[in-house]
């Protein structure tokens, strides 16, 4: 198992935030705030990731120790440390944070601008709890999303193309392999990007996101992978010996049923294609009963690409489908794993449409580009204050800066409904009267009220593409 939980939850947060206690207004009661994505990229954005937080972060209490290591840093930090609010809470909650998230289900596909999460604190002595756990919170929450949302939105691109140009969809849960753990900025952002991309694929070599899956949603087994040659298991054979280091992976790993990716571009991709693999060890490729997955991995990939496939085709044939595009043999594919984002994979797709190249010939693999090239602002997530009590009124909070009307908050509890259209729309608690609110309890005072399986996560996400 993997431990990703830190040393004390007090810590995990942003220092401006342990002088908060001090900043509302007198008789303060209750604070609510809601997570949503604003916008960016993206028209719509796959909720998820707010179950591992939950169970690794904060349904653990917090000890006399966790206070005296915070008061301790906190204060030669330069700021004021809350030693009562976090006491009265170790004594009246046994170390508990007296909380209620509310949550939409995991896995579904919603508009921007729905309110993703709701969190407001349970016990009055305690509004200043709700914000302090934005950073934690927040952080949480857009980064499995955002990459959840990065990874729908490939399917979507890949699904079209295999819909205009292949008889079928078969192939598709593995047509984006996850590439990314060594370009994550670190193991625990590896294992939580890495899951938020299941969601959608069942194509990953980052180990990390298979643990988090088992640990936080029950998949025994979210992803699969298959052996691969890198550029040093081939050039250690040295150039002359090039094809010697091929042949050892079809003896190695080929096989009736089996997959073997092999770099083939360590010196000249065209080279392999058309005297290697399409010469020399052509026989052994044909007749091996499994599937050679060739792999450039240079160059500009549109192009590279539709080169390759179109060499490929040269020496090993082809056949046309019912939608008149080629496909080459069961026993030969491609899988491009360089130079891929969302915007290449669609650039790709187009070239190979346009020379009547099937989507079915291809794979991708993806990298820093899925898992770490993302941030907050890529779909512009926030989480903001939207109604407190004070002396047992409800007051509306927002904020509505004239510099930025993009910035403009929501007012009230809220709740998120599904209207007369079908879409998800987000309105206050007080105006839903016999409509059912979505936006449900999934932790209260430290106790996880509901945990999806990853299996149900999975076909929420997929219901909605078309």
């Keep these: 198992m993997i431990n990703l939980s830190p040393a004390n939850i007090i810590l995990n947060a942003d220092s401006y935030k342990a002088s908060h206690f001090r900043q509302y207004p007198p008789e303060t009661a209750l604070v609510s705030s809601y997570i949503e994505a604003r916008g960016g990229e993206y028209a719509r954005t796959v909720f998820f990731g707010l179950q591992m937080f939950l169970q690794e972060y904060i349904s653990k209490p917090i000890t006399a120790a966790d206070i005296a290591e915070a008061k301790s840093i906190i ?6 440390f809350n ?16 909380l209620e998230i509310q949550a939409l289900p995991e896995g579904a596909v919603v508009p921007t601008q729905t309110a993703l999460v709701q969190v407001i604190n349970t016990d009055p002595h305690c509004a200043w709890l709700t914000s302090y756990i934005e950073t934690a919170l927040l952080r949480a929450v857009w980064y499995p999303t955002t990459v959840a949302t990065l990874s729908w939105h490939c399917r979507q691109t890949i699904q079209h193309a295999l819909q205009k140009t292949a008889d079928n969809c078969d192939g598709l849960d593995f047509k984006l392999h996850d590439f990314g753990a060594r370009g994550a900025s670190s193991e625990e952002s590896a294992a939580i990007g890495g899951v938020a991309h299941l969601v959608n694929f069942l194509g990953t070599d980052t180990i990390s996101g298979l643990l988090a899956a088992r640990r936080y949603y029950a998949a025994d087994m979210a992803g699969f992978s298959i052996p691969a040659a890198e550029h040093s298991t081939i050039t250690a054979w040295g150039r002359e010996n090039e094809a010697a280091a091929y042949s050892n992976m079809l003896e190695a790993f080929a096989g009736p049923g089996k997959l073997v990716a ?18 020399e060890l052509r026989e052994r490729v044909i007749n091996s009963g499994g599937t050679l997955v060739v792999r450039p991995d240079s160059g500009d990939p549109v192009s590279v690409v539709s080169e390759t ?7 090993f044939g082809y056949t046309t489908n019912n939608k008149g595009f080629r496909v080459l043999p069961n026993y030969v594919r491609v899988i491009q794993g360089d130079g891929i984002s969302r915007l290449s994979i669609a650039a790709i797709l187009a070239e190979m449409e346009q020379r009547g190249l099937s ?11 899925l898992l770490q090239k ?14 407190v009590k004070i002396a047992n009124q409800w007051r509306d909070v927002y904020k509505d800066p004239v510099t930025d009307t993009g910035k403009r908050s929501k007012k009230g509890r809220l709740a998120v409904i599904r209207n007369q259209t079908g879409e ?13 609110n979505l936006l449900t309890p999934v932790f209260r005072n430290g106790e996880l009220l509901k945990k999806f399986s990853f299996e149900e996560i999975r076909q929420r996400a997929r219901q ?3």
């Design 374 to 387: 993302v941030n907050r602002d890529t779909l512009n997530f926030a989480m903001k204050t939207s109604a």
């Design 83 to 98: 030693e009562a609010g976090w006491q009265h809470i170790l004594n009246n909650h046994n170390g508990y944070l007296p």
């Design 359 to 369: 989507a079915d010939n291809i794979a991708f693999g993806m990298g820093g580009e």
């Design 309 to 315: 496939l179109e060499r490929l085709m040269t020496v």
């Design 424 to 436: 998800l729309q987000t309105i206050r608690e007080t105006e839903l009267e016999n409509q059912q």
């Design 75 to 80: 204060e030669a930090h330069g700021l004021p």
């Design 262 to 279: 092999v770099v083939s571009d360590s010196y000249d991709l065209w080279h392999a294609i058309d005297n290697i693999w399409g010469g």
């Design 464 to 466: 909605e593409i078309s």
